[in-house]
């Protein structure tokens, strides 16, 4: 039984080596350490000695095969314990690779003169900064671009000229020296160096049909040695100082873009040197610095001018609010409802009650055209003239035809007004009314449950100064409604794009026509806000309900 249980330690010994063998040849794979054959055979003879032991038991061959084992793992031993360290042979194969070579820096020298073009180019960078605390700023910065330009090309005379986008003209706005011009010169102008250099400076020319306008709308820099051999060039003579030399063309463009903002020109008189190739690419360099420069400077401009324009709207707005009604005088026998919701910038609609005499109060609804101080300032001159004409015993047709042939008359007031101005008298229920463009009256016909329009069509106020304005009369019954308008409200757009119509604003009246006029212009307010959703308003909307009690 003792000899029995012997064989067990012997078998696990060999099962334990065999299991050493895969760690090790997994070792071997992973290259996570070296490992030498040697392990192999000491782990083979152990694994034979103990099947050979338990196959013809006798402990001197389980001896001497273990001996024999472990003799054999005394070299690996003596070699790892006396040979190099690995990470000083790790190191010695990394010496023996072959260095990858550097990449050669070739530092070009720089020239001198574009060094002083750069120089150049940083000053006109350093003029646009200035510009914007100047009023005559970017004058002074075209100006240095061009002088700049004509110095270092030595050019006998440079122009700068600006597009202007909305009249498709391409305008001088820096002049100097001598350039002969390359267009035709008007029949009437007397050829004397002076007033050809005049006529030059101040001149504009459509954007075609010219070397200037052809090139800005190409959008691509030319030079020209010999510019007679060029169909879009035109000599003048006979005269010498007429004569033209070559020619460079450098459009300026929003840096990023392809939109021409202007261009260069720049002129060598006949019998020198034509510009050389090497003076073209100075002209580009020196514009692509120039480009910049403007840029900087019209975009501040830009904004400088939308922060005035919505400044100069504030200001405009906070007038228009103080002009409306702040409470509606109680009368007899009527009933008001009210709604404007003013649109940022624009300051176009007003309404106005004026409780002129016991037997006339006046409604005012206007709608003046344009935006800002201009509209405000039109929308002032009618509202002061109505408030001191409106007490006389003229009809509301004569008020709006004198206030007309007062707005005509002022040489600043260029802007028009749609006017609606109701007379009414409570002790006899007498509507009078006259109106002027596009501000309608409608009632509401209760005996006839209708929608009837009332005003008639004409020009707007401040058109024609010997337009002359209608009245419209009629007796109006209890339960009536004077309905008025400007388009902004009927006009308003949803998200789909569709109108708000009067065929909208007509449905809420009728469906409401037992409520007060406050009550009837509340639900018009709701019903337009929820058709017009989150879109964004356009143009100002008022509206005036009368309701006849």
Known sequence: MTDAISYVPLFCTAVVALIIAALITVIKIRHTAKV???????LIVLIFACIYTALHPGMLTFALLILLGTLLLIP??????????QQLIALEEEQDEPEEQAPEVIVEEIAAEKIELVEKGKAFVALAADSFSTKDGFQTLLDAINSTCVEVTKANGGAILMVDEFEDLITVKSFTGDFPPPYKLPEDLPHKPLRVSTSFKYAQFPLRDNIFGEVATAGKA???????????????????????????????KMRGTDIVVGLIALSRNPGTEPFSDAEYDWAQTLCGFA?????????????????????????ASEIQVSFLPKKLP?????????????????????????????DRTSFVVMDVAGKGMNALLVMTMIRAMFRLIVNTTQTAGTILSWAN???????????????????????????QLATSGSVPVIRYNAAKNAIEKVSATCEPIGVEKTTTYKDIEFTANQGDIIIVYTDGLVEALNAQGQQYSLTSLSNIIKANAKSSGKDIANLVKTDIKKFIGTEALHDDQTLLILKIQ
Do not use: W
């Not at 690996?76 to 360290?85: E, I, N, R, S, T």
């Not at 480009?291 to 922060?307: G, M, P, V």
């Open 405 to 431: 042939r007062g707005i005509c008359s002022e040489p600043n007031a260029d802007h028009f007004a749609s006017v609606a101005l109701i007379n009414y008298d409570p002790t006899k229920r007498k509507v």
């Open 330 to 358: 109680p009368l007899a026998g009527l009933n008001i409802g009210t709604y404007t919701e003013h649109t940022s910038g624009v300051c176009s609609d007003i309404y106005d009650v004026i409780p002129a005499r016991p």
């Open 76 to 85: 690996y031993c003596v070699m790892l314990a006396f040979g190099k360290p």
């Open 222 to 252: 030319e030079l020209l040695t010999v510019p007679t051999l060029d169909d879009r060039v035109f000599e003048n003579g006979p005269e010498d100082f007429l004569k033209l030399g070559s020619l460079i063309f450098i459009p300026l």
């Open 36 to 42: 030498s054959f040697i392990s192999y055979f000491a």
């Open 291 to 315: 480009e910049s420069a403007i840029q900087t400077t019209l975009r501040f401009k830009q904004y400088n001018d939308k922060q005035e324009l919505t400044k100069e709207a504030d200001i």
